[in-house]
């Protein structure tokens, strides 16, 4: 079975600081994908990445660079949090690249409050 | 642009009676269809995808879904609702014209089965 893993599950930041999530996917994925969720948005994309070294914007990338410096690391940063980026974030990843119709696999999240 | 729809923010249902949770969707390609469930504090896990072949797809838990290519839906059923089906449920879709990566959600719906 596929595991995603999400380092924190509830995360506390102060506006201003720098924060940095973390996925973890066990199974040499090649596409893997950071969303934020937010009650009546549903799934938003932020970015993703479909090779080491490799990214490529989201819908919604704005305050937000990544990182992925090995092919089961995935790392999402918010160089300056600010309170509009609480949120759910959710990490997945997927493989093949190619294939349209590779279900995402999922981490359980990590919630983030920036006061 | 693709694009998902759900129409319903909640849909309530009785234990024991079939449940709908409704879907539309617009493509410039062929679509492939994706139902997500997401239980509380949790991510989202797979339950069901439309590629091409039969219209009535089955997928995990009981769960089945009915394509219509001419009203573009994707209707999730189930015949009979049971309590441990109360979470929020997300429609997804990708069109085969965009880009392989890109998966949109839906803002999703969330069932409540009442014993």
């Known amino acids: 079975d596929v595991k995603v893993t999400q380092s924190s599950r509830y995360l506390v930041k102060r506006t201003g600081e720098k924060v940095f999530l973390e996925c973890v996917q066990d199974m040499d994925h090649e596409n893997m994908f950071w969303y934020r969720q937010d009650p009546g948005l549903g799934l938003r994309l932020i970015y993703f990445s479909y090779d080491v070294k490799m990214k490529e914007k989201g819908d919604i990338p704005e305050g937000y660079s990544v990182s992925r410096e090995k092919k089961e690391r995935f790392s999402l940063i918010l160089e300056s949090a600010s309170t509009n980026q609480t949120s759910m974030y959710l990490c997945a990843s997927s493989y093949p690249g190619s294939s349209y119709n590779s279900p995402l696999h999922f981490g359980n999240g990590t919630r983030l409050t920036v006061t | 642009a693709q694009s998902v729809a759900q129409p319903e923010d909640q849909v309530n249902v009785a234990e024991g009676n079939p449940l709908t949770v409704k879907c539309t969707y617009s493509v410039s390609g062929n679509p492939y269809l994706f139902w997500y469930v997401q239980y509380p504090n949790r991510g989202l896990q797979f339950l069901l995808k439309?590629?091409?072949?039969?219209?009535l797809v089955k997928g995990s838990y009981g769960f089945e879904a009915e394509f219509n290519k001419s009203q573009t839906s994707f209707h999730l059923k189930k015949p009979s609702a049971l309590v441990s089906d109360s979470a929020l449920y997300f429609c997804a879709v990708r069109d085969d014209r965009g880009a392989t990566n890109k998966l949109i959600f839906g803002t999703g719906t969330l069932l409540a089965v009442q014993p």
């Open positions: 439309y590629i091409t072949g039969d219209n």
